[in-house]
Structures are given as structure tokens and as C-alpha cells.
């Protein structure tokens, strides 16, 4: 089945010496994921509890002994991701998305001084 094209989307001034393409948006059907809750289905690695506290995001890597392996602090919540992720310690893309999630909150908790409680 061959999709037509909706509309293209050249990029801006900012963009063009990026080498950046137009993208085509192509016509399709818009899937609503209202509500959507699939099974909950655990990293078979690890755990991680992350609180805010002295000014900074503060991770714990833990087994499912409940043991509390490693710890990784900062202030910017994609440097932790990325040291993380570079450490291979989450093997599951829903685990990678949520602790993502977790992260930018703790870091607006930073920013905007508000109580950071894990989700």
C-alpha cells in the first residue's frame, strides 16, 4: 500500500547548513494512546531509587536482594541518563524511558524548588 503525502515540512534557516531535508508527512491514521497501560513488566537487571537532596539528584543502582550497588549524583538530569545508559544498566526501553522521565523531574525539583518524590 503506498501512503500519499499530507504536506512537507522544509526545515528553517537554523537548519540549513545542517544538511537537513524537508520531511514529508505522510498521510496515516492517528493512533490514540489514551489510557494505554501495557503489563508492567520488570528490568530483569536492576532498580533504581533517585531522590533530590543538597542540591543535587542523588541514584542508587540496586539488585533485586536489595542491595544498593552503585550511586551516580549531579545536578543535570541527561548526564546521569547518559552515564547510565553508558554503563549498560538498563536493559529494558520502558525502564530506559520511565528513568528518563525521573530524572527531568528531579532536576525541575532542582530548578523550581518543589518536593521530588519518585514515581
Known amino acids: 500500500m503506498e501512503r500519499k503525502v499530507e504536506r512537507i515540512i ?6 540549513e547548513r545542517c544538511n537537513v531535508r524537508p520531511v514529508k508527512i505522510m498521510k496515516s491514521e492517528t493512533i490514540s494512546a489514551e489510557g494505554y497501560n501495557p503489563k508492567l513488566i520488570l528490568d530483569p537487571k536492576c532498580y533504581f531509587l533517585i531522590k ?10 540496586c539488585n ?7 550511586k551516580v549524583k549531579g545536578k543535570n538530569a541527561q548526564d546521569i541518563y547518559k ?18 522521565k525521573e530524572l527531568e523531574r528531579a532536576e525541575l525539583s532542582l530548578k523550581y524548588k518543589f518536593e521530588y518524590v519518585q514515581d
Not at 533530590?52 to 543502582?61: D, F, P, S, T
Not at 533485586?64 to 552503585?70: T, V
Open 52 to 61: 533530590v537532596e543538597n542540591n543535587e539528584i542523588l541514584v542508587g543502582m
Open 64 to 70: 533485586y536482594k536489595n542491595e544498593m550497588l552503585y
Open 10 to 15: 522544509k526545515p528553517t534557516k537554523k537548519f
Open 83 to 100: 552515564y547510565i545508559l553508558d554503563k549498560k544498566w538498563v536493559t529494558k526501553l520502558d525502564h530506559a524511558a520511565y528513568l528518563g
